[in-house]
């Protein structure tokens, strides 16, 4: 089963900036589409920056302060970001969607924490 491992978390102060990485364990066939959510105590998991096919989202939230990209030769995802805000404490899940040519596969990380104090 492949796994996606994160790394790049941690305690920040607010401005300050961090970049996640997410590499995948096992063998992808074709990426259908990378992503990240996040989730705050309290809240639901939210989706916050994707690339697809059709272009890159983001959630207003994090829009013009984060970005998304990717390195298609190591199929690794990373997420840049920038003015971190106190409110953007939560624990971060990347994810791979993988096409098989059979189905979609969706592969996750296992969360990485990130903190960011006043």
């Known amino acids: 089963q492949v796994r996606m491992a994160e790394s790049g978390g941690g305690s920040v102060q607010a401005g300050d900036f961090l970049r996640l990485s997410c590499v995948p364990t096992g063998r992808i066939f074709s990426v259908y589409s990378v992503g990240w959510y996040r989730q705050a105590p309290g809240y639901s998991r939210e989706k916050i920056a994707e690339?697809?096919?059709?272009?890159?989202y983001y959630e207003a939230s994090v829009k013009g302060r984060f970005t998304i990209s990717r390195d298609n030769a190591k199929n690794t995802v990373y997420l840049q970001m920038n003015s971190l805000k106190p409110e953007d404490t939560a624990v971060y899940y990347c994810?791979?969607?993988?096409?098989?040519?059979?189905?979609?596969?969706?592969?996750w990380g296992q969360g990485i924490q990130v903190t960011v104090s006043s």
């Open positions: 994810y791979l969607k993988d096409n098989d040519f059979t189905k979609i596969n969706t592969y």
């Open positions: 690339i697809t096919s059709e272009g890159v």
